[in-house]
């Protein structure tokens, strides 16, 4: 069978403030930011794309800035975290050290599943995590490097965040979720690895790591949520056979939109999560050098008749809502995923 589904395309999240949001992705967390644009379903508000520079599809976290938004809380609907891949397990150590010297909560190292984690908050209070693959799943060793290692100055060559390493919704039966994938999107490497239902791609990635909570409530997605998962389509036919496949059964999506950096695809699983369906291409360079990627407001050519008024809003918004850094960073919870002991 032929793989619909490569892996993770983007994650696109809902920040308060731009400002602030760009300089924790940024100088923070060391990415790329790659397009400064709008929301094309809101083109008045701003949206912002952050990447690993050399590759974005797979390491690209997006935001829509919504500042009138309440925080939001996870459930069916609102995913729970999303986890960035680092090198090794000393590269982890030294994010540890880096967080914290920054003022941030970082809390770890936890073991599990064959990974190495530490978790933290955004500004907004996104829950990241960064993780590193661990088979040893040895917590007395990695607690000693963790103790052992020193701070960091600025990010290293091996501290980079290189791609997404997975996304974590909630849902309420892996069998459900699993005949949903299997049904429209041909994904059959699922293995529900006791309260973590594993999606894996045709490499043997995992790329979902759904959390299984058969009493949880419908979350709510706002400022510090995640709003879609979009996922890497192999092709536009592709793209187009699961779209046929969900109207053959009345399955609500939005057809097939050109974003003009991609073509996407929108529906919801069984428990109210959404996801995108995303061609790789054309890409983020189409309509900006390279060079320059992300540094000027940039919108697809049916809105750029609207950018006097678009950018009149945008700069109106800006003056009501001022860029405040936290003084202090929410702390993480205990991680969701069944720890290694
Ligand atoms: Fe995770
Ligand atoms: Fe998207």
Known sequence: MESIVKGLHHITLVTGNYVVNNRFYTEVLGL???????????????????ANFDKPTGSAITFFEWPELPRGYPGYGSPHHLAYRVGSPEALAKWFHFLREGNIAARGPYVYGGLASIYLRDPDGVLLELTTPYPDADIGYLKELFTQTSTPTAISQDMRLTAFDHASPIISDPKLTSRFLEKFLDIVKVDDAGGVLRVLNMDGDVYLRCIV?????????????VHHIALCVESEEMQRLVMRRLNSVGWRNSGIVDRFWFKSLYFRDPDGNLFELATEGPGYDVDEPRETLGSRLVLPPWLEPLRQQIEKKLAERDAGNAAEWPTVFEEPPEPPEPLAQ
């Open 213 to 225: 909570d058969p009493v949880n409530v419908d979350g709510y997605v706002a400022r510090g949520s």
């Open 32 to 50: 790329r930011r790659v397009k400064l644009s709008v929301n094309q379903d809101d083109i008045y508000h701003r949206h912002l794309f952050y």
